[in-house]
T-cell receptor
């Protein structure tokens, strides 16, 4: 079945550092790919998405590119802020499946 | 304001005592879903509903029931809760669901259940 694998956390960085959170997936066909963010005590919010190969999703300074050849969708940000501290989930929506498949989540902490 | 509302937000209860977690959305969405979130496992789908009176099992349905009598409500029922159902639960909705759809889901703020 479809699956998503994220880099292990937690990840701790200093403010203004460069961020990469790795995400790879296994799916039949061409899924849609998402990054969701969960701030403390809140539900998940969509951060960005990509629906086909080579698409780049972007939002709030975060970017991720749908790489079909490496089945990856890595999340990047050039300069993180304390307010980016949260749990980040990579997810996919496969053809014919009525659900999102999530990775295990990566907890990010940004220190001032 | 468009939202998905879950109640209660927190509940501590005992094994075997039936409980219901309510979920309501005000966006006229057809698709609704329940997930549980456990450390190291991400979110896993429990049940989903494509529309009123249409529900189906997700990946981890054992010990749970749902109903969809109205479009806006999708309660999650634990008839005889057990400690392994201690978890953080999320309800989500989206306008429709099509295979491979890029429609994002809207999530509630979560319900933390502790079953002693």
């Amino acid at each position: 079945g479809d699956s998503v694998t994220q880099m292990e956390g937690p990840v701790t960085l200093s403010e203004e550092a460069f961020l990469t959170i790795n995400c790879t997936y296994t799916a039949t066909g061409y899924p849609s790919l998402f990054w969701y963010v969960q701030y403390p005590g809140e539900g998940l919010q969509l951060l960005l998405k990509a629906t086909k190969a080579d698409d780049k999703g972007s939002n709030k300074g975060f970017e991720a590119t749908y790489r079909k050849e490496t089945t990856s969708f890595h999340l990047e940000k050039g300069s993180v802020q304390v307010s980016d501290s949260a749990v980040y989930f990579c997810a996919l929506s496969g053809r014919g499946a009525q659900k999102l498949v999530f990775g295990q989540g990566t907890r990010l902490t940004i220190n001032p | 304001e468009a939202q998905v509302t879950q109640n209660p937000r927190y509940l501590i209860t005992v094994t075997g005592k039936k409980l219901t977690v309510t979920c309501s959305q005000n966006m006229n969405h057809e698709y609704m879903s329940w997930y549980r979130q456990d450390p190291g496992l991400g979110l896993r789908q429990i049940y989903y509903s494509m529309n009123v009176e249409v529900t189906d099992k997700g990946d981890v349905p054992e010990g749970y029931k749902v109903s969809r009598k109205e479009k806006r409500n999708f309660p999650l029922i634990l008839e005889s809760p057990s400690p392994n159902q201690t978890s953080l639960y999320f309800c989500a909705s989206s306008p429709t669901w099509q295979g491979g759809s890029n429609q994002p889901q809207h999530f509630g703020d979560g319900t933390r259940l502790s079953i002693l």
